[in-house]
């Protein structure tokens, strides 16, 4: 009987070229990272990408108030995201080098459960404890938070009032709105092939470029992607 060598070598060649391929799609899922945005109590938000580790991520845009709750702060392994006044930031940024969850903490609307004049929310999104009341100062501003909390204005930021009325706020940052800018959100599916990209353009602006994420040769891309 006569044994062609192609014929045996052939499939061995071609099994060892699927293995080699399965190894390097298996590490390219493996240079992504989980990041999951989660809310407490559940179902306000709920979001989950992979990133690449060292990834500077930024949370979404929470709804501000809903079904009743009001948001009060942003925390990574257990630690609130504030800006450098002390407040919460409805929109957070982290470096990410794990698998990570950040939780956005909502707090019935109505809730004084310290019962000290100051909404649940307000004290946490301000100063992150139930630790301040409705007389106190904590600015040190003449105006207690109970004022400012009135007057719609922040119990953290100084503000001075001079000769002839003339008011002013001091503070490191300032937050406007601008009815021109829309949000977009630009990111792959199956996730992990570009670089999660959102933020905030002029309608009918067309969208940046995306980032695409460099895989390893032998990676396959599903068609139509």
Do not use: C
Not at 93 to 108: D, M, Q, R
Not at 126 to 142: C, R, T
Request: proline share 6%.
């Amino acid at each position: 009987m006569t044994f062609n060598s192609k014929t045996i070598l052939q499939p061995s060649r071609y099994y060892l070229w699927a293995v080699l391929l399965l190894l390097s799609f298996s590490y390219a899922q493996a240079t992504f990272v989980q990041v999951s945005q989660i809310s407490s109590p559940v179902g306000y938000v709920s979001q989950s990408e992979a990133v690449a580790p060292g990834t500077a991520y930024q949370t979404i845009q929470p709804n501000l108030t809903s079904s009743g709750y009001t948001f009060g702060y942003w925390s990574v392994g257990g630690n609130r995201l504030t800006d450098s006044d002390g407040r919460s930031i409805t929109r957070g940024e982290i470096t990410v080098n794990a698998a990570t969850t950040i939780t956005a903490h909502y707090f019935l609307s109505t809730a004084d459960t310290d019962t000290d004049g100051l909404l649940d929310w307000f004290e946490f999104r301000n100063f992150g404890n139930l630790d301040q009341n409705a007389s106190s100062d904590s600015d040190a501003d003449g105006f207690t938070n109970g004022q400012e909390n009135g007057l719609g204005q922040e119990p953290t930021v100084k503000d001075s009032v001079q000769d002839g009325g003339i008011s002013s706020r001091q503070s490191s940052g300032f937050v406007f709105a601008d009815s021109s800018m829309v949000h977009y959100l630009m990111k792959s599916d199956p996730i992990g092939f570009i670089t999660s990209t959102e933020g905030m353009l002029k309608s009918m602006h067309p969208l940046p470029p995306p980032t695409y994420t460099p895989l390893p040769m032998g990676t396959i891309l599903p068609i139509g992607r």
